[in-house]
């Protein structure tokens, strides 16, 4: 603090060594603290693959999800599994069009939207484009908000998993769907999450030098 | 300044540089998107490559199908489900299945499916457990039996069944074919017994053309198809056998479950060979239509004769037995009737069969007709005998005729005639009846005897005379007995004196009377003479007269003094002889009295109130009491003798 650390001078947070930053890095070059060996979490910004690593796991979870029955209802031993998409049509069936445009935006598209919109900002940050920083910090915004209520099917289901089981007269058992979609949920939230949004609004500001009019501008026009 | 700086560049140069280490492996952060593709590669691997073919199936009609929940099921497996119901172009339905990949590797062309609902039918109810499960397709991927190509590949369209095939059974066990005249009762399921356990069951059946008969399928399980071989008989055991015959009443049943839907027995009887080989998949037996058809013994050559009868045939119903010393060797095969015109009669042949098997065991067909001419040669008739009193059943006797006339068997116009013999029946009811008009013509004669006046008058007579001579005996007895009381005390006592005194007072008075009537019969004849004298000398007369009635007086005092003694006398020993009387009157009254409470007590005894009558009334009320008891007793015993060993059950 009473010698402000030069530019290229790393402080080892274990045991206090200063050190001098190489001159040469690549992108995939680490570094570590001469004395004790700890590494030093400067380097490029990892944020942006943690983010891509976890947005692949959920994209690959979301079919699995979609495809696989979430819950099976045993009535009379007869079973009968549900995946989201014919529970959607069996309430379109039975004339409940709230609930299925319901479970349809809250099951199907949210996640869906969520992956798509996680993928556009990563890949607008790694463009480093200069477009629309306002508009993609608030749907960074919005991700983030409502990527905890698609937590609401997993719920359901356990909560109906645990309360009805009535032996064979009426038992309902999850399937792997629930599973899939568990973690397409989690995934991308802890996605949302890692996603350093500072980077969003640095790389475009780098990039493009705006200056102070144009948020002042999109915010009127907003 | 410079020196800070300096020092600060110093420092700088002095400070270690931070070791540099390229990294090689990618961040440990893409594990995460490795996990998650490999479960999801994982779980589309599950989800594309267990799922088996796709498949459509043409059902005469769906109902009870709905697309996506209905199931497909092979052997209560779920392998399948149904995805989707359309219609073709001729308007039928189309199913279009999803199955399991187990089953999609093994489906063939052969492979059968049909839809299971709920079935109730006659014997049969199926299915019930799609009452709650719903309806669902059942399904056989391959048939056996279809004996098609190996490999051929399975079809892309089936033609469902209306009804679950018909097939063996996955047990262990062998199948047979029966031959039956008809189904009956029996219907496929049917179970099969041996020794009333349940040995197997129905598992198809199909007319057969040529021979106009049913051939069943049925399936025998495990240990009990062992006991089929040659030998074995199978019969019909359709609930309960009931059969009035010539033999008295036949009753078998089989187990209640099974009395509606009918059921097959097998036995196979083990006197006779023993070592026969288990018979071989699909042998065929002949299924008898009862337990005793089953039980004879089927001689495949037989004779058949026509018997013409006198009397009624009332009774004789076909398949009666043809028996011959209460053997059965035949059979009745047809009673009817033929006009014949030429005699202008009806005449009623009976067709009988005689199986010549039975008198000569393996006798040829040629040696068999002479046999039965030899028979008949040695006096052997058909005779209409009755079997059951009770039923009024007949059967046809082969009787030896003690000294038959001589007949032959003759050629008919069909079959050979077989000489008959009047039924002993016959005989007896000819008889019977000649009794019967011998009696008629009695009755008649002693009808008209008694309705003639003749037995009338000699009844009145007899009847008086019987009632005189109830009244004389009667009288006679109280006669008898007062009489004999007299008796005694006459006997003993006043007789011997009596007639003493009773001769002498007789003769005093004889004598007596006999002076008077002298003195009189003198006084009368003076009389007369004065009287005569009198017309003439009225004064002399009545001086006469009163001279003579002087005399007279004096006479007759005279008479009356000697009268007065005799009569003293008399009255002395009368008056003994009087108290004696009296004794013996005395005597007599206490016997009449005593009579009279005797007769009083016969009387009391007849009287209709009286005690006597009423115990008597009871007393018949007992007897017949006990002749009732008698009866039952007679009754009990007839129909349990064996009561009186083991007491009324």
Redesign the interface.
Known sequence: MTTPLANNHLLCRICGCVSVKPNQLTAKSQLFCPRCGERFKTGPNRSIEITWALLIAAAILYIPANMLPIMSVYWLGNAQPDTIISGVFLLIELGQYPLAALLFVASIMVPLLKLFALGFLLISIQLKSSWRPHECIRLYRLTEYIGRWSMVDVFVVAILAGLVQFGNLTRIETNAGTLSFAAVVVLTMIAAHTLDEHLIWEEKSAASKLSLSKPSANKSQG | MQDSNSAGISD?QD?????????RW??A??L??????L??AW??YQ?WFQRGDIITVRFPSAEGIQP??T?VRFKAL?VGKVKNVTLDENLETLVTLALNKEISDVLDCSAQFWIVRPRIQGTEISGLGTL???TYVGMMPRNEEAETGEDEPSLLCYQGLDRPPLRKPDRPGREFKLLADSVGSLDVGTPVFYKQLKAGEIINYRFVPEKGQVELSIFVDEPYYQFVNDNTRFWNSSGVDFKLTATGVEFHMEPLTYLLTGSISFDTPSDVFEDLPISTEGEQFNLYEDYASSLERRYEERLYYTLYFNGSLRGLSESAPVEFRGIRVGQVEKVQMILDEEAGNIRIPVLVSVEPGRFAEGISSTEAPKLMSRLVGQGMRAKLESGNLLTGQKYVALVFEKNPESATIAQGQFYDVFPTTATSVEELSRMASGIADDLKVTLAEIRKFAESNQLDKTFDNVNSVLEETEQTIVEARSAITAARQVMLTVDEQTLPRLSQNVDEVANTVNQSLTSVTGNVGSVSANLNRSLSSVTGNVGEVSANINRSLTSVTGNIGQVSASADRAMQTLTGQVVQAGDDFTKTTQSLNQAMVRLQNSLTHLDRLLARNSPTQHQLAEMLKEVSAMSRSVRVLADTLWAQPESLIRGKQ
Do not use: C, D, M
């Not at chain 2, 400070?15 to 990294?23: G, H, I």
């Open positions: 700088n400070l270690p540089e931070a070791k540099v280490r390229r990294r990618p961040s952060v893409w995460i998107p490795l996990t998650a593709a479960i999801g779980l589309l989800y996506g929940s199931q779920t709650f499960s719903g």
